[in-house]
């Protein structure tokens, strides 16, 4: 085999443990033919060389997630220049996902942006822009500096168009003129202005004004479709040369320059409102992004020094006096504060700050002087991953956009259809061929699929920039359309409807047992642990001064209790019901007290050769949130049924349910069983919503039809949820649903405008009642409309 003939690529692998991983792979890759693999445990890639003749790409990944392994896909957002309408974004999205290692990719017509996930090795952003630049349209990475270099692109762009819009509009004026003077009364065949004079005026118009639609319906041509372009210049030539033909030969017809010229000054002035109006919908994410201040006062040697913010690195020490931005996330080393945080939660609050406190990337200080260590910078502040999740979603696409990009993608060439009949049809019923090419050319540009492209994308833009204003975060659109739909909530009850923070309220030794004893025993049993449960019991022997002794022979069973060794004794701490279990006898009465009131009651036994007893109660507690009763009215007011879901006993949560008006709640739920419930709702046919903390929850939160994460500071668990609510409230969860709402009414009525608009345009056209010009103005200002409408989601308001 000839090896400079092999096409050679390297693969990164997640999940290789040791070199027997490796060696695993590198086999399953070699049984190929064509192939020569090499596997480097070290860093974690494959080189791979093959045939491409004889092999496919998706062949190699499929070796590797066959031996156990897998290549996660990159992401990367494209700015795509020079489309016009829907059609070319669905033309952009077939040639990118006809490329190998490509797995999907969409296109935002609003934001001009296009979303691609791919494999690194098989594919590089190179050639990705390269496959859009073949299809006739711009393509650049987006990044920090393009945002802001794309911005200043759009605004020059924007006034060149301003410019050629006056230009056209002052050479089709007198064009105007002449047919107002044509339905004046004077006669069809009224000239006001010579014919030559029309011609000259309408040119420059036509080809020079006109060649961008031109060069865009043949890029679209040439790439297989066919988009508005197609449609306007075909109308408009056929009116021009119509005209021109008239003109040069003498002949005894009107002339239809005005038309022509009209149409694409009116579409020019469509395009300059949408524009203007597209750019409002990205403006809560502009906001975000401009919140992050440029420059930061850091202590090095003892000096303040002025640097740029993006030069701060992990663990730099950076003052903020009030009044200021922080530049990075960081904790509180000295001073007092409060901050406003409403630019990330929506909370108008502000938070007190001290130290210990964290702090975030573009808060506002408003009172004291703080010192603060950076804990995350750059592309890793909350800020950012903020910023990344708002742009991810806005560029991904609703179910719903299916239908609407279906019937964009077939949408021109039906048109065209109608055209040629119409032109047919007309001449033959009437046998005037003049009537019959206006009411074609009358087709052709009533029928653009803008407004049928940009329904669905500017409602989500704004509905998810609106989110992110108030402290909700939508991971994708298909998320923010499937939340409307929740029919029941299902809800955690530690951290979720109470606050995650419990305290130990009560310590009930057995009688021949002190109050520190039975701390200290807890303590030891409980060191370690993260449960919010072991850090309440820890915190109290702390404050008893209290440190944790050494033990053996430790075992936790999930959602139960543990047990461990201590000298010659083994120790349990857990539910009265893991104790029960082990035959140790307790007090229910004491207990069942002890839960009326809504604490969870652990025990602590021994178990040894003299004697097996308990040795007493811990009472904790873990208070409402404030909101918590609100929420549960509130999405019950919205026909949402709420459930909630505790690993705690029957008792406490019974306690919980009744102080927040919950009827449904389950106990003593295991981890593992919350999943469970989520599918028997489902399976009952309920749309079901789950609320938990992203962490303990993942596989409930996953098994849900959509999942909210409430957030917990510097760990909040963006990623761990299909919506991420940044406040530690309940309430979010109502108005995350309430936006969802609000967004796909405002998604219906762009749909049923844009296709009622087209529905009824085209057979007005067809049958002579639209003059061509109208119908440029009506499909100029339908795209228009459905912008502006969904911009009115910006009004929108949580309902509290």
């Known amino acids: 085999m000839n ?204 080809f020079w004004i006109g060649r961008r639609f031109y060069i865009g319906g ?114 509180v080393i000295e001073g007092m504060s409060s901050v406003n945080e409403s630019m990330l939660t929506g909370e108008s609050l502000p938070v007190s700050k001290q130290a210990g406190a964290a702090v975030y990337a573009a808060t506002l200080n408003q009172q004291g002087l703080l010192k603060c260590r950076a804990t995350s910078v750059g592309a890793d502040t909350q800020l950012a991953a903020i910023i990344h999740l708002v742009e ?24 065209v259809a109608i055209s040629i009949l119409t032109l047919g049809m007309t001449w033959w019923l009437v046998g005037n061929f003049v009537p019959a090419l206006i009411n074609a050319v009358a087709v052709l540009v009533i029928a653009c699929p803008c407004a049928l492209g940009l329904a669905t994308p500017t409602a989500i833009m704004v509905g998810t920039g609106r989110g992110a204003q108030i402290g909700v975060l939508v991971k994708n659109a298909a998320a923010l359309e499937h939340a409307e739909k929740i029919q029941v909530v299902i809800v955690d009850k530690t951290g979720t409807l109470t606050e995650g923070k419990p305290e130990v309220t009560d310590i009930v030794p057995a009688e021949s047992v002190t109050t520190h004893d039975l701390l200290q025993i807890a303590a030891n049993l409980e060191q370690g642990s993260e449960h919010p449960l072991a850090r309440a019991v820890l915190e109290s022997a702390r404050k ?16 139960r209790g543990v047990t461990a060794r201590m000298q010659d004794s083994e120790y349990l701490l857990g539910s009265p019901r893991f104790l029960s279990e082990r035959n140790i006898n307790m007090d229910h009465k004491q207990i069942a007290l002890l839960q009326a009131e809504g604490k969870t009651v652990i025990g602590v036994a021994i178990i040894s050769d003299s004697r ?53 709640y389950r106990a003593e739920v295991l981890p593992e069983d919350k999943a469970s419930e989520v599918m028997r ?47 530690n409230d309940l309430m979010s969860v109502a108005d995350a649903i309430s936006l969802s709402r609000a967004t796909l009414s405002k998604i219906r009525q762009n749909l049923f405008f844009a296709f009622v608009y087209n529905t009824l345009g085209i057979p007005l056209a067809a049958v002579g009642l639209l003059n061509p010009v109208i119908a440029g103005a009506a499909m100029a200002m339908s795209s228009v409309s459905v912008v502006s409408n969904s911009l009115l989601l910006k009004r929108w308001q949580a309902n509290r």
């Open 544 to 559: 008893m001064t209290i440190s944790p002794q050494s033990i053996h022979d430790f075992s936790a069973i999930a959602g």
């Open 218 to 331: 043949w890029h679209a041509l040439r790439g297989g479709g066919a988009n508005m372009d197609v449609l306007v210049a075909l109308g408009t030539s056929m009116a021009y040369f119509f005209s021109a033909v008239v003109t040069l030969f003498a002949l005894n017809q009107h002339v239809y320059f005005e038309a022509s010229a009209a149409i694409i000054t009116l579409v020019l002035l469509g395009k300059l409102m949408e524009a203007r109006a597209k750019g409002k919908t990205s403006e809560a994410i502009e906001a975000l992004i401009r919140l992050q201040p440029k420059t930061a006062r850091i202590e090095r040697d003892g000096e303040i020094l002025e640097v740029p913010a993006s030069s701060l690195q992990v663990n730099d020490l950076f003052i903020v006096r009030p009044g200021e931005n922080l530049p990075v996330d960081g904790v």
């Open 392 to 415: 991810e979603a806005q560029g991904s696409k609703a179910p719903i956009q299916r239908m609407a990009d279906s019937i964009s993608g077939i949408f021109v060439p039906i048109v």
């Open 612 to 664: 097996s007893e308990i040795l007493g109660y811990l009472a904790i507690a873990d208070r409402l949130r404030d909101t918590s009763i609100q929420a549960v009215k509130k999405l019950q007011s919205m026909g949402i049924e709420v459930v909630m879901l505790t690993g705690d006993n029957a008792a406490t949560a019974d306690a919980i349910a009744k102080r927040t008006g919950i009827t449904t």
């Open 681 to 727: 709702m489902k399976a009952n046919g309920k749309f079901t919503g789950m609320v938990g903390d992203g962490i303990n929850d993942a596989p409930a939160l996953a098994a849900a039809d959509v999942s909210f994460a409430i957030g917990a500071g510097s760990d909040v668990a963006i990623e761990a949820a299909d919506i991420t609510l940044i406040r």
């Open 3 to 206: 090896s400079q003939v092999l096409k050679q690529i390297e693969l990164p692998i997640e999940g290789m443990t040791c070199a027997a991983c490796a060696i695993r792979i590198e086999k399953n890759l070699n049984k190929l033919p064509s192939v020569q693999a090499a596997v480097n445990f070290a860093n974690e890639r494959a080189r791979v060389h093959y045939d491409d003749t004889q092999i496919e790409s998706d062949q190699l990944v499929n070796a590797i997630e066959k031996a156990g392994f897998h290549i996660t896909p990159q992401s990367i957002q494209l700015q795509i220049g020079k489309m016009t309408c829907a059609a070319c974004g669905g033309q952009i999205e077939k040639v990118l996902q006809q490329l190998p290692g490509v797995k999907t990719a969409t296109v935002n017509v609003a934001t001009e942006i296009a979303t691609i996930h791919f494999i690194p090795g098989l594919i590089t952003v190179d050639h990705l822009i390269n496959a859009v630049m073949q299809t006739g349209y711009d393509a650049s990475p987006i990044s920090e500096t393009s945002r802001s270099e794309e911005k200043n692109r759009r605004l020059a762009a924007y006034h060149a168009e301003r410019r050629m819009f006056w230009i056209s509009a002052a050479l089709t004026l007198p064009l105007v003129l002449q047919m107002g003077a044509m339905f004046s009364g004077n006669g069809m065949d009224m000239d006001v202005l010579p014919r030559w004079v029309q011609w000259l005026l309408a040119t420059p118009v036509q």
